[in-house]
């Protein structure tokens, strides 16, 4: 194979993983569509394991902490509390989380611990951010999963500042009415 051939097949494989990369994006949008519908900070996260060849989703959550009263209802969190279940392990080597906000460190920590293989999130956070934009948990020596950011950087990002635009409108109303 020539060095043509290689260079296009390596962009093919790219463009295939990248639209790969987009549909899984896009449940985790579904997860943060319905955190917003409830109220909450909207971030979704789903986790896919492949095996044999095949990706599957095994996992999904969103945020939950005003329902939960648990500060670490994450949605990352509680993906990987029901992917460890399903695997029947803590280990969950062979599988890629995405998340629709770079990861907290909290979640990053999580995600080091459970041994996630790779992260794709949507938008980056850039006041919590693990993975380069406040912090960088991939200097971490434990475990560096493989990290990319910016799918659909901005469907995810537009979710969030909608959210709290209302959230801010909701709040001077309510301050208004007092």
């Not at 993983?17 to 789903?46: I, S, Y």
């Not at 995600?111 to 996630?116: E, K, L, Q, Y």
Request: aromatic share 6%; hydrophobic share 40%.
């Amino acid at each position: 194979m020539s060095y043509k051939d290689r260079k296009k097949a390596a962009a093919e494989r790219a463009a295939a993983r990248l639209a790969e990369d987009e549909g899984f994006m896009r449940e985790a949008l579904k997860e943060a569509q319905a955190a917003f519908d409830e109220g909450e900070a909207p971030v979704g996260c789903v986790i896919v394991r492949e095996k044999d060849g095949r990706r599957e989703m095994i996992a999904s959550a969103h945020n939950t902490r005003e329902r939960d009263k648990r500060a670490s209802a994450h949605a990352e969190h509680d993906a990987i509390d029901t992917a460890c279940r399903a695997l029947g392990g803590w280990r969950l080597t062979g599988c890629t989380l995405y998340v629709t906000l770079e990861p907290c460190p909290m979640c990053a920590g999580l995600i080091s611990s459970a041994r996630i293989e790779r992260v794709v999130y949507g938008a980056k956070d850039p006041k919590a951010g693990a993975y380069r934009s406040v912090m960088n948990m991939l200097e971490y020596p434990l475990f560096r999963p493989k990290v990319t950011g910016g799918v659909l950087e901005d469907e995810c990002g537009d979710m969030l500042r909608r959210f709290f635009s209302v959230m801010r409108i909701k709040d001077k109303e309510k301050a208004h009415h007092t």
